[in-house]
């Protein structure tokens, strides 16, 4: 059975840094794409970062480039983001996920408040 685990979300002051845990189970973790989306409040999840495996290619959306990181960590089954200069459009729900065959698998997600 999938599991994803996501932690480190809270509420951080604009300009402000945090980063994200998914902790993932049940699949080969190795062979697998990791991305990181996010859904903000009356918006559609939007893909944030992806990190591919060997080459651990990354791949970030332009609204994240520059100040989010993604990465991995095979030994321990874990994908981290960190978020650097948030800012309050950044407040949203964020979810690790991953494509096994047909069928994306979803964390329960970890919320992010960017708020003075």
């Known amino acids: 059975q999938v599991q994803l685990v996501e932690s480190g979300g809270g509420l951080v002051q604009p300009g402000g840094s945090l980063t994200l845990s998914c902790a993932a189970a049940?699949?080969?973790?190795?062979?697998?794409?990791m991305k990181w989306f996010r859904q903000a409040p009356g918006k559609e999840r939007e893909l944030v970062a992806s990190?591919?495996?060997?080459?651990?290619?990354?791949n970030y959306a332009d609204f994240v480039k520059g100040r989010f990181i993604i990465s991995r960590d095979d030994d321990k089954n874990m994908v981290y983001l960190q978020m650097n200069s948030l800012q309050p459009e950044d407040t949203a729900v964020y979810y690790c996920a991953t494509v096994i065959g047909p069928n994306y698998h979803w964390g329960q997600g970890t919320q992010v408040t960017v708020s003075a």
């Open positions: 049940g699949f080969n973790f190795r062979s697998a794409y």
């Open positions: 990190i591919t495996t060997v080459h651990r290619s990354t």
